[in-house]
Every structure is written in C-alpha cells, then in structure tokens.
C-alpha cells in the first residue's frame, strides 16, 4: 500500500515543478532557502566529507533535484535523492514526509526489529533440511540475473540436472521452490494442496484479473468454487460442450472454405496461424454471446470492429501481464509507487472493461426483445443475478481470452511438426482415411478412433507445453516436499516443461515423437499420471480441456484431410518460442499447402437439431483410451 499524500508528492517532483523555496517547505522565497544552505549554487563541493564526495555529475544532479527536500536533511541523503526512479522516491517519502527526525528514527527502528526477526528466521532454517540452493546468487539481487535468458522454464530446467528436481531459487527478496518432478509435481499440487492454494500476485495479473476475479487466477475458496462450478456446468463441461458442437463444426467449415478460398484452387502458402484465428476468436464470441459482434459502439472508444475487439480482449492482455514491476520481487517497497508502469497495466484493464461493459450492455437489450438462449452470457445474466458488476465482466471475459490462446498455440505447433514430417503426415492422413473414408469430413465421433492423432497432440503438448511454467503457488505453512522442508512464505513453482522434459522419464525428450505416447493407456495428461502436464493438476486442473480437446484434434484431422502441408525453406528452422503468459511459436506458423481435392468435404451431419442425438457416449476428450465408465472418478470433468 502507498502511504496516504505519496503519490501526489512524488508526481510532482517527478516532473520538477517544484520550486525551490516554496512555501509548502516553509520558505517564503528561494533566497531565504539558499540563506540555510540549501540553494543548489551554495552547496558546495568542499562541504562534502571525503567519504561522500560524488562526481561532478551526481553532484549536478544532486542540486538540481527539485525541493521535496526537507532543509534538514543531511546532504548525503539530499545526494541518494538524485538517485533515479524508485530510490528518489524512498528518500523523498521518508524525508519529505516528516518534519522533524521522528520518522527516520521510526524507519530505522522497524529496519533493525525487522533485521533481528530475519536473522532469527535464518537461525531457525538453519536447522531445517532446506532444498538446495541455486549457486551464484547475488545480495538482495538473489539468482535474478542469472534468469536472463527470458526463457525462466529452460534455464530451470537445466538447474534441475546439476541440483535435482527440486531446488530453491531466490529472485529479489521471494524465495521460490522450484519442482521439476512428476511426482513432487502431485506432492504439491495434491497432496500438499491445502498447503498452497493461494497465488502472490505480481502486479500485472492482479490488475488484469481485477484482484484475482475470474477463476484461473483466484485463490482456492468459496469464490472460486463458485465461479469455476458456474463456467463448467454451464460452458466447459462435457454436457455443455456437446451443446456447443455445431458452433465448432461451424468454425472448423469456415476455416477450411477459407483455405480454399485463400489459395484460389492452386497450392500456395498460407499463414496458417491467422486461419486458426479467424475461425478460433469468432467461435469463442459465439459460444459465450451467441453471435459474433462485427461492430460495436463503446462510450470512450467509439466504434470497434471485430478485431479491434480481438486487440482489445485477447492480444493486449496477454502482452500487457508479462510486463515485469520490480515491486513484486521487494514486497517491502510494495508500497513505492510505479506509476507509469501501473497507468500502462489500467489502461489495458479499464479498455478491456469498457469493451465488455458494452458487449453485456447489448446482451440486456437483445434479452427484452427474445427469449434466452443456451449461450454462456444468456445464461449469467438470467440465471447468476447475484454476481457482482466484476465477477459478470470477467465470467463473460475469461472463457474468450483461454479460448483464443493456448488451443491456437498447440494446434499450430502440432501443424509445424506435421508439415516437416512427411511420414508422420502421411500415416496421420492413411489413419484418417482409412477411418472416414473420402466422401465426408472428419467429426468429433471418428477422435477415439484416430490413436495416432491422439498420440500426435499429446506430445506436442508435452514438447510445446503452452503454459510452461504453473502460475506461482504461495506457501502458507512449512510443509514436506521430496523429504525436505519448504518454509511457509516462499513460492512454489512448478515448472510443466521441465517435468515434460524429464530425461529420467522420457528417451530423448528434444525429439518430437508421437510415437512414444502411441499406446500408452495410463498416459493421462495429469489426472492420474504426472508425467505430461500441460493442463496440471489436482483440484485447479484446467476446466478447458474438453474444449482443447475438441477443438484441436479437429482442426488439425480437417487440415491433413483436405491439404498436404509441407515448409518453404526458412519455415525449417523457426522453431523458435517465446513466452508471454504461455508460450508461443515465436513466427506465425507458414507452411505451403496442396489441396489433396477441390473444395470441402461434406460435414456428416445434416441439422443442427441433430446436433444432440448422434452424440459419443459421455466421456472426457482428453481420456479417450479410457472408456466413458471407467474414467477415474477425479477427472474434473466428470465431475
Ligand atoms: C491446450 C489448451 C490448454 C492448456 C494447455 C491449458 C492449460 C492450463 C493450465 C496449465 C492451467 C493452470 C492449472 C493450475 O493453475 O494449476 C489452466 C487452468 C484453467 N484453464 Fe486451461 N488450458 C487450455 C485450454 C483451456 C481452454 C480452451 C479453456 C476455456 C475456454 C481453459 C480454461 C481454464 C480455466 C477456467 C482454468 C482454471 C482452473 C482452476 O483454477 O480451477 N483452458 N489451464
């Protein structure tokens, strides 16, 4: 928290409109405030002891600092005040703050109780088994700059083979446990679970997820259930997703005439990421509103299109969470304000409010003029009266940005790894083929007969893990992880692509190869077994698999069926990632395309009012080697 009068005394000297001698300091003119010694020409370099002179242009920059400074202020704190960004603004508040000593002393006193409460903490870990530390970890700093490679997962990773599956790394004053086990993985995220079902929020996230309202981001309690109980009976359970079928056979119709479209009968390449996501965004619109917005008029940004709309609720947000406040690694300068960084982050928030506020403002008004449907927003508005205005904006938020992010990512990897196979390409198509036949296109009902296309997203999922890194877990009681003991306080994170990449598990875990999961009955992505874990596990396992696993196989069955992919030649080697909040294929995704027929197949199925009888048994997608009776009961979505 900031303390009260902060922020209006830092803006102002941070724009050096304060002038010195100003009455709010107690001098009536400049001259009577360089008369104390404190006009910037009358301090003089030799005034200095030896030990704080300061070069020229400290010194310079010291005297030009606007007057938050109090007149008895020793001059080596009215030289740290020239400091940039956040020390200016510790001196400022500390010194401006208080007119007379007291509120230094008070400062140093809490410094010195809080330095003796430390170092009796160290005393008393000193004594517990505590996991190996990361070497070379710098004062105050910790490991941080050893994390430069912005790939955090990779560089843990390779921690993990020198120190083990768990170890702790220290970033600024946080002190994480890092877990790159399958089974310390379901340790923490099961059996531990209670010990650590709250998040510590890095500032970012927090705004943008309005204070953790929306159920990914929130802490374990009545809120979430509530929430998560409201998005997976209404929206991503298996139930509610039958419902939704003909809304993804829609889109999946639209991205393949669009293709053909595209490529105007010849071969050609295509962006293939901007096919998924033209067909994807405007599903995920339609699943939640029921219709597809092409434009809408928001009080304060005028009128939108859809994709402005996209920007606005998907791309901007993603960009906007990774942007790093150096608050969250010093939780005891929280209180420092970062302005600038704070406006950026609000102003993505605010915008993505007007935009929903708007959205739900238009869904009230259709509501008096027809009756309800089934669709996601319908359903809150008539059925959730209670929520608050931000649990609605961001219940109705939230399935469209998870729709739109990391079902796109793994069906463009899986689509790269396909294009510069052409053996595993050719087997997934004969697989089809054989299963479908040429006179229809590939449904959800042929997927637990396609083994091999499973096989080929399970391991796009293990070696292109989107989320690669669990969000952080807040420990708040000691507990037991792999025989050692983790004090209450620190972070757990739980690092999916290490665990996906563990060579004590997997052969050759840098090769792409489907055919390692081909078969393998027990290989549940997390339910039961740990060994990959893109969607984790326990009681926060990802609510969207059913959805993921709709959307995916199909997509990806559709595009081998109608097209042969194959990369130019620079596609070959960029396969380079990036990580935002998930991890992406740092290129869009381009790949040459050969239409395999003229034009769409046929979908099977005739009408949308047959859309619920000729339905699979109800099962979990994700779980097809498992039949719908004897799925484990944890499944979370059976549940
Ligand atoms: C390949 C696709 C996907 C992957 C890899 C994935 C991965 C994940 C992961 C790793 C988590 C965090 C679990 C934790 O904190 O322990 C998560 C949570 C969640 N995901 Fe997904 N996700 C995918 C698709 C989706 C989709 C399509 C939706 C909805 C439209 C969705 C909705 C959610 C929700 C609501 C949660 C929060 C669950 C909770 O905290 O209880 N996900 N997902």
Redesign the pocket.
């Known amino acids: 928290m900031m303390p009260p009068g902060l922020s209006s005394r830092l803006s102002i000297s941070s724009v050096g409109a304060f002038p010195l001698g100003c009455k709010r300091h107690g001098f009536e003119s400049e001259r009577a405030a360089r008369s104390f010694g404190l006009g910037g020409r009358s301090l003089h370099r030799s005034l200095l002891p030896a030990s704080q002179r300061l070069s020229e242009q400290f010194l310079k920059r010291a005297m030009s600092i606007p007057m938050v400074v109090h007149p008895v202020q020793p001059l080596h704190l009215r030289a740290l005040a020239a400091l940039p960004g956040p020390a200016t603004d510790v001196v400022n508040y500390i010194v401006g703050n208080n007119e007379n000593v007291v509120g230094l002393i008070t400062a140093l006193a809490v410094a010195f109780i809080f330095s003796l409460i430390m170092t009796a903490r160290v005393f008393a870990r000193k004594k517990m088994n505590l996991p190996p530390t990361v070497p070379g970890g710098l004062p105050l700093l910790g490991n941080m700059l050893q994390l430069t490679e912005r790939k955090p997962h990779k560089t843990f990773t390779k921690w993990a083979q020198q120190l083990g599956p768990i170890y702790h790394v220290k970033m600024g004053a946080i002190n994480n446990v890092v877990i790159n086990s399958a089974e310390l993985a379901k340790e923490i995220?099961v059996t531990q679970f209670d010990s650590v079902s709250t998040r510590r929020m890095p500032t970012a996230l927090r705004i943008l997820t309005g204070n953790k309202t929306m159920?990914?981001m929130?802490d374990y309690g009545e809120e979430?259930r509530m929430l998560?109980k409201m998005?997976v009976g209404n929206l991503?359970g298996v139930s509610a997703q039958r419902a939704n079928r003909v809304i993804r056979e829609d889109a999946l119709n639209t991205m393949i005439d669009g293709m053909f479209e595209d490529l105007r009968g010849k071969e050609g390449v295509l962006d293939i990421r901007k096919c998924i996501q033209y067909a994807l965004f405007p599903f995920?619109m339609r699943q939640v509103l029921g219709y597809v917005p092409e434009e809408l008029n928001v009080e304060g940004l005028g009128e939108l299109g859809r994709w402005d709309i996209f920007q606005i609720l998907v791309l901007d947000p993603l960009k906007q969470v990774t942007e790093v406040d150096w608050r969250n690694f010093f939780p005891a300068l929280s209180w420092i304000p970062n302005s600038q960084f704070q406006k950026r982050v609000n102003d993505v928030h605010e915008r993505k409010l007007l935009v929903i506020g708007a959205l739900i403002d238009e869904q009230r008004k259709q509501l008096q003029t027809r009756e309800p449907t089934r669709c996601y927003a319908d359903i809150l508005l008539t059925e959730y009266t209670n929520l608050t205005p931000l649990q609605l904006k961001h219940s109705v938020w939230?399935?469209i940005i998870?729709?739109a992010d990391?079902?796109l990512?793994?069906t463009e990897w899986a689509l790269y790894e396909i294009a510069r196979n052409p053996i595993i390409q050719e087997r997934l198509f004969t697989e089809i083929s054989n299963v479908v036949g040429t006179n229809r296109m590939v449904t959800e009902d042929d997927y637990p007969d396609l083994p091999f296309l499973e096989a080929i997203i399970k391991e796009t999922?293990r070696y292109y893990?989107?989320?690669t890194i669990?969000?952080p877990r807040y420990i708040h009681e000691d507990i037991k992880v792999g025989g050692f003991d983790v004090p209450k306080d620190w972070d757990v994170l739980?690092n999916?692509y290490g665990i996906n990449w563990d060579p004590k598990v997997w052969s050759n875990p840098e090769v792409w190869n489907p055919d390692r999961c081909l078969g393998d009955k027990t290989l549940d992505l997390g339910v039961k077994d740990f060994r990959i874990l893109?969607?984790?596990?326990?009681?926060?396992?990802?609510?969207?698999?059913t959805?993921?696993f709709s959307?995916?196989p199909m997509n990806i069955a559709a595009i081998v069926q109608h097209f042969e992919l194959y990369l130019p030649p620079d596609e070959n080697v960029n396969a380079e990632d990036t990580v935002y909040l998930t991890s992406h294929k740092l290129h869009p995704l381009k790949a040459h395309l050969k239409p395999r027929i003229a034009q769409r197949l046929p979908s099977s199925r005739k009408t949308i009012s047959s859309a619920s009888e000729d339905m699979s048994p109800l099962s979990c997608p994700a779980h097809t080697s498992l039949k719908a009776d004897t799925q484990p009961e944890t499944c979370p979505l059976n549940s």
Do not use: N
């Open positions: 995220m159920v990914a929130s979430h998560k998005v991503l995920s939230e399935p998870e729709s990391t079902t990512i793994t999922l893990s989107p989320v669990l969000p739980v999916l893109p969607f984790g596990g326990g009681k926060r396992m990802c609510a969207g698999i959805q993921a959307i995916i």
